[in-house]
T-cell receptor, first 114, second 110 residues
Framework: GAGVSQSPSNKVTEKGKDVELRCDPI?????LYWYRQRLGQGLEFLIY????????KSGLPSDRFSAERTGESVSTLTIQRTQQEDSAVYLC????????????FGQGTRLTVV | TQLLEQSPQFLSIQEGENLTVYCNSS?????LQWYRQEPGEGPVLLVT?????EVKKLKRLTFQFGDARKDSSLHITAAQPGDTGLYLC??????????FGAGTTVTVRA
């Protein structure tokens, strides 16, 4: 596709339910990032993929959070047993992996846990 | 861990005024990127600065990288309402993760 696509754009879920967020990066981009952005705040790093491997998962806030990437393309971020503090916008970005290349962001998924 | 500190956190000015936002660290960067995020959108890259002392201009936006490559600033001349947004600086080491500062929220009142 022309840009990074995320789905759904909005998700409202009940506390305790599992949710799955999807990211379709730009074709050919080997690096993929997930960030969380709480209301009025900056970007909090969650996880980074290089190809299908995740060399840095240090930002995942708890074991309820997991992510995978397949075919060096689509990535899914799964949050199990959602809590109200998980409410945020989840942003995905992709880039070519080398040097100072630009990271392209999707529009994000706004997750609301009620 | 390289920590990017951005200041001020919030800035509200009248249309036509100038503003400067800052991105600082105690560590040396190989390069820095500046992004702007408009409400409801993902961040978009504005510029990458690489060389110490470098100055880049993008219309009314002027970006400067400190001589020691530890800090950067973004200056906007004659701000317009369309400049409203969250301004983020970011750093990436080689192929590693892209790390962001907390950002400066700029509001330009008409």
């Amino acid at each position: 596709g022309a840009g990074v696509s995320q789905s759904p754009s909005n998700k409202v879920t009940e506390k305790g339910k599992d949710v799955e967020l999807r990211c379709d990066p730009i074709s050919g981009h080997t690096a993929l990032y997930w960030y969380r952005q709480r209301l009025g705040q900056g970007l909090e790093f969650l996880i980074y993929f290089q190809g299908n491997s995740a060399p840095d998962k240090s930002g995942l806030p708890s074991d309820r959070f997991s992510a995978e990437r397949t075919g060096e393309s689509v990535s899914t971020l799964t949050i199990q047993r959602t809590q109200q503090e998980d409410s945020a916008v989840y942003l995905c970005a992709s880039s070519l992996s080398n040097g100072n290349t630009e990271a392209f962001f999707g529009q994000g998924t706004r997750l609301t846990v009620v | 861990t390289q920590l990017l500190e951005q200041s001020p956190q919030f800035l509200s000015i009248q249309e036509g005024e100038n503003l400067t936002v800052y991105c600082n660290s105690s560590s040396v960067f190989s390069s820095l990127q500046w992004y702007r995020q408009e409400p409801g959108e993902g961040p978009v890259l504005l510029v990458t600065v690489v060389t110490g002392g470098e100055v880049k201009k993008l219309k009314r936006l002027t970006f400067q990288f400190g001589d020691a490559r530890k800090d950067s600033s973004l200056h906007i001349t004659a701000a317009q309402p369309g400049d409203t947004g969250l301004y983020l600086c970011a750093w990436r080491k080689g192929d590693y993760k892209l790390s962001f500062g907390a950002g400066t929220t700029v509001t330009v009142r008409a």
